[in-house]
């Protein structure tokens, strides 16, 4: 889902970040890496990948919120339940 998702916008030459689920963090960076570092897919910069623990009410949404109202990002895709839709 990731390299969908992701890969979409990079190929369009839009920046992405990834915000990678708290239960399997690894594959979402590794994914980042091997686009960035092993690949070559993304220039320095246009791809970032980060991670956040807690529950709802903590950092993970607050990231959510901040992707949802910062005016500079034009376009929002997840995968998620339906309390992270919301």
């Known amino acids: 889902m990731i390299t969908r998702k992701a890969g979409a916008a990079l190929a369009a030459g839009c920046a992405a970040v990834l915000k990678v689920a708290e239960d399997a963090p690894l ?3 590794l994914a980042a890496r091997l686009a960035i570092d092993e690949a070559g897919l993304a220039p ?31 376009h929002i895709a997840f995968t998620g339940s339906t309390q992270v839709g919301r």
């Open 44 to 74: 320095a910069g246009l791809f970032s990948c980060l991670t956040a623990t807690g529950d709802m009410d903590d950092g993970r949404a607050q990231i959510g919120r901040l992707f949802c109202t910062d005016p500079r990002i034009r």
């Open 27 to 29: 594959s979402g960076l």
